[in-house]
């Protein structure tokens, strides 16, 4: 018996676990872009959070059409990489489907469950390309999906059809090899799906099935093996990306936002508040605020490479809904196209960050960020708590604490609080003097 076959699996795999190595190692690059940040506490609150949002797709169901029809997509893929593990073995020790001999009349089963969620992955994957292309729902066809986001979406799916079609295709002249008596060929009972197109192989010779079973089969598993490569370079990351995403969540009260350290320290001394920071050296400030990617932290940008780009976040958005221009899906894409530019331009031996480009200005305006009502509805929205938040907060920050650039309305606001610790100008021993009106108007 020739071991070619099993060389060339070999070495396929080999090159494709090369390929993946360097594509993590290149998307870790990116993350570590930001500074750092401590996300470990409440570990057991991390686990839950991770199993119910990540695992058990929790939040995708305030949406049940699209939440069940990715539900079967999601089940599908982790089942169905059983048999690809069944795959795997097979190649390497040039075996043909090795587990049949031990599980019996169990294998018979499970190949017609990986036969039925296939067909519920070819559903769906229809179902979905008909929404984006035809259907045209609204946040699937805005402006920031326009070229590769569109393309790279319905490409995902495409190539999820194709697998299953080879896995339906491969079963059925599969088994009627067996019946023939071909080969090691084993026959397996009832498989009823690839079942109902064997009458399309009936009539072809036993070298040209073998062929079309053989190239059904090296078709799938390299295909896998391609799809786990391409998913790094695509939208889809989120398939690995969502389970230390949502490890990783602010476990904070929605609207409790982060304050600088460094800042509240220097308030604390300034009001002779004693705290174990404030008897340490005030520590120098970089820069307030986020103007590029290296000012965000690790987490903001796992967050951008974590985006499915699925919109909810856009279409729960009131300032979106409004009219106005932004879009938190937008400024996740920013954060990760910024971040692979920098990262592409190192890489290159170019200048990096020095590239006289930044987040701020280059890929996000600040007519985008100022839009923000800061109501954390986009956050509410993820289906893998992604924070578009913090991001546009940070930046905001930078404007207004390193350029002075926030609009007129806003600066007047600022000084009144800093003058009048409020919003109005009013000074405060005069903040309390609606309380007499009201007394004696009561007396009147």
């Not at 990116?30 to 996300?39: D, M, S, T, V, W």
């Amino acid at each position: 018996m020739s071991i070619l076959p099993q060389l060339v699996f070999l070495l396929v795999f080999a090159i494709a676990a090369y390929i993946l190595t360097k594509r993590i190692r290149y998307l870790r690059r990116n993350i570590f872009l930001g500074k750092g940040e401590a996300r470990n506490d409440h570990p057991e609150k991390r686990w839950k959070t991770m199993l119910l949002v990540a695992f058990g797709q929790q939040k995708m169901f305030k949406r049940l059409g699209p939440a069940f029809l990715h539900l079967l997509i999601y089940v599908a893929f982790i089942i169905i990489n059983l048999e690809v593990l069944e795959f795997i073995i097979d190649g390497i020790s040039g075996q043909h489907r090795i587990f049949a001999p031990f599980l019996g009349g169990l294998y018979n089963v499970s190949m017609n469950i990986f036969e039925l969620l296939a067909i519920a992955v070819l559903v769906s994957c229809f179902a979905f390309l008909i929404r984006r292309n035809i259907m045209r729902v609204d946040r699937l066809a805005m402006k920031e999906l326009k070229g590769w986001p569109a393309l790279d979406a319905n490409l995902i799916l495409i190539i999820e059809i194709v697998l299953m079609f080879a896995i339906l295709t491969m079963n059925a002249t599969d088994q009627i090899l067996a019946e023939r008596g071909v080969g090691n060929y084993v026959a397996l009972q009832g498989l009823f799906f690839s079942g109902l197109i064997q009458p399309i192989f009936q009539g072809i010779s036993d070298g040209t099935l073998i062929f079309i079973e053989r190239f059904a089969w090296w078709f799938h598993i390299v295909g896998i093996l391609a799809f786990a490569i391409y998913v790094t370079y695509s939208k889809h990351s989120h398939i690995f990306f969502a389970f230390p995403n949502t490890w990783y969540s602010n476990l904070k009260p929605k609207g409790q936002m982060k304050n600088m350290e460094e800042v509240t320290n220097e308030v604390n001394m300034m009001l002779g508040i004693q705290t174990e920071a404030s008897s340490e050296p005030p520590a120098e400030i970089a820069r307030f605020g986020a103007k590029d990617v290296n000012d965000l932290s690790w987490v903001n940008i796992m967050n951008a490479f974590s985006c499915t780009e699925c919109g909810r976040c856009t279409a729960e958005c009131p300032a979106n809904i409004t009219g106005k221009k932004l879009s938190p899906r937008k400024i996740m894409m920013d954060v990760r196209d910024r971040a692979e530019e920098v990262v592409k331009s190192l890489d290159a031996g170019g200048p990096g960050l020095e590239d006289g480009k930044s987040l701020l200005g280059d890929h996000t305006t600040k007519e985008e960020i100022n839009a923000c009502t800061s109501c954390n509805a986009c956050v509410e929205a993820c289906p893998i708590n992604i924070d578009p938040l913090s991001i546009i907060l940070q930046m905001r920050r930078y404007v207004a604490m390193e350029e002075s650039g926030s609009p007129a309305q806003w600066n007047a606001m600022f000084q009144n609080m800093e003058t009048s610790f409020s919003p109005w100008k009013f000074a405060p021993t005069d903040r309390f003097n609606w309380a007499d009106q009201v007394k004696n108007e009561e007396i009147d």
